[in-house]
């Protein structure tokens, strides 16, 4: 892979946790790639898969989903049900063979400021060692 | 076990034998079946109320002009229906119903669900081009003989839930080696039993639906069902066998309209919020320098598999409208398969089991959540 592929990569978080995470990562001063595009979303269960398959469409090289916590949800339960689509999409485009491992789901709590940059960073990496997402370039999508 | 009733005719005019007694005897106030209007309208679901109109219907006949789940979510939304109705339907037809009461469109009460070892149906075009007559009576045999008939829906030769879970009454038709002479109805349930009590023929005793002829057939359509997905598997579906696949796609949404599954009023891909802004179209083309028109199909058919392959009943109907022979079914009965066993779910199964993408468990999926 070339040295200057810079993915674009979309940060699913949530208001509460995952935007949280952000914050105390600012506030700590840790850097995080300025690949990696922010969207926040109010709560991860929101998240359709239309949403991500959309961003992968649209040239994403990959995506990162944060919520709370399990238990922590402001809304009870959103993680959960976003775990669960989060898993039906991974076993679809696995079986079409389309790379799920160019989506994540983590859990990063407020506080979590260094789990936040790590997250992605990380991802960052992964994705620079799986390449391009092929979709972007194709006319015919 | 269920008990059966055997009636002395054959499972055709046994079938209506049954259709007239609940209908004469009132127990129910009509019945959906298949219907033979008149040689132009050809074949269709019909409720009939009336005993006289029976000769005309063929309750049977291996014909989906629409899958039936669709027509009873219909009848049944606004509120259940205030008198009985029976419905005659294909197995995969009565799973489609159980998943749209699932997901609240619709409801099983006062319907009395009746259905049959299921041999297969013909794909619609055969019905209209009149080719499907001449072929009626070599299926039936085929069907005696446990065999897969060779021009049946492509689905149907890898359908492997041909034996309904759901219905309270079962016509026994494939697998069933005297159907010319004697015709056998397993009643599954206490509804089914106390809906026929009072109806002349002999009440044999308990017996399993699945036997040794049943077997047979299953073990064929589970080659079948191999084949069809090695078939998909050549295509090589990752994105480039994807785009080549649903590169003949003509954008006509006929898969998503005669899908059971696909329920919703407004489907997202005939939304205005499916149109894009100029500016999408700009960034379109900076990104790819062109653009397949009309765009996004295989965005759209990837986005109908996220929201309808954990339910897809695999009824076949999708790569039987598609203009442009897409085997749409094909891929998104492979596709399901693998997500209803990653959430463990058979859809159409159980009435009382949640569908998987309205429910939860706190201790699942520990995998994802520590993705790395």
């Keep these: 892979m070339s040295e200057d592929f810079k993915p674009k990569i979309i940060y699913f978080m949530c208001s509460w946790c995952g935007t949280g995470g952000s914050e105390t990562a600012s506030a700590h001063h840790l850097y995080y790639p300025e690949n990696v595009i922010p969207f926040r979303v109010n709560c991860t269960g929101a998240i359709s898969p239309l949403h991500l398959l959309r961003a992968f469409v649209e040239g994403a090289d990959g995506i990162v989903i944060s919520g709370c916590h399990p238990g922590d949800c402001h809304y009870n339960d959103g993680n959960f049900r976003a775990r669960r689509r989060v898993a039906s999409i991974k076993s679809i485009l696995d079986s079409l063979g389309l790379g799920a491992d160019r989506v994540w789901f983590r859990y990063v709590a407020h506080g979590e400021g260094k789990r936040f940059a790590d997250t992605a960073a990380e991802f960052n990496e992964h994705i620079k060692n799986l390449g391009p997402n092929p979709l972007k370039e194709r006319k015919e999508t | ?372």
């Design chain 2, 1 to 372: 076990m269920p008990k059966v009733l055997k009636l002395s005719q054959g499972v055709q005019e046994g079938t209506k034998e049954l259709l007239r007694f609940l209908l004469s005897e009132e127990k129910v106030k009509g019945i959906v079946t298949l219907k033979e209007r008149s040689p132009q309208q050809g074949m269709g679901y019909s409720l009939i109320t009336n005993p006289q109109e029976l000769p005309n219907t063929r309750p049977l006949y291996p014909l989906m002009p629409s899958n039936a789940g669709k027509i009873l979510s219909h009848l049944t939304l606004k509120g259940p229906s205030p008198q009985p109705l029976a419905v005659v339907a294909k197995p995969c037809e009565i799973r489609a119903f159980i998943e749209l009461a699932k997901r609240a469109q619709g409801g099983v009460e006062n319907i009395l669900l009746i259905s049959q070892t299921c041999p297969g149906v013909f794909p619609l075009q055969m019905s209209v081009n009149g080719g499907l007559k001449e072929k009626l009576s070599s299926y039936w045999k085929s069907a005696q003989k446990n065999e897969v008939f060779s021009e049946i829906r492509s689905t149907c030769k890898g359908c492997v839930d041909f034996i309904p879970q759901n219905a309270d009454i079962v016509v026994s038709v494939a697998g069933s080696k005297d159907s010319e002479k004697e015709c056998e109805i397993f009643l599954n349930t206490s509804k089914g039993e106390s809906f026929v009590e009072g109806i002349k023929g002999s009440k044999a005793a308990e017996k399993e639906i699945t036997n040794k002829q049943t077997q047979e057939l299953l073990d064929k359509r589970k080659e079948g069902r191999k084949k069809m997905f090695d078939q998909v598997e050549a295509e090589k579906p990752e994105i480039e066998g994807l785009v080549q696949i649903f590169g003949r796609c003509i954008g006509c949404h006929g898969c998503s309209h005669v899908c059971p599954i696909c329920y919703c009023d407004l489907c997202f891909f005939d939304s205005q919020q499916n149109e894009h802004l100029p500016q999408t179209f700009e960034r379109y083309l900076d990104l790819r320098g062109g653009l397949r028109l009309p765009p996004d199909t295989v965005f759209y058919h990837l986005g109908r598999l996220m929201h309808t392959s954990i339910s897809c009943v695999g009824c076949g109907m999708c790569s039987d409208v598609c203009p442009v022979d897409i085997p749409v079914s094909s891929i998104f009965t492979k596709v399901g398969e693998a997500v209803q066993k990653k959430f463990q779910y058979t859809p159409g199964k159980d009435i009382e089991e949640p569908v998987p993408s309205g429910t939860y468990k706190e201790e699942e999926f520990k995998e994802i959540g520590e993705q790395s």
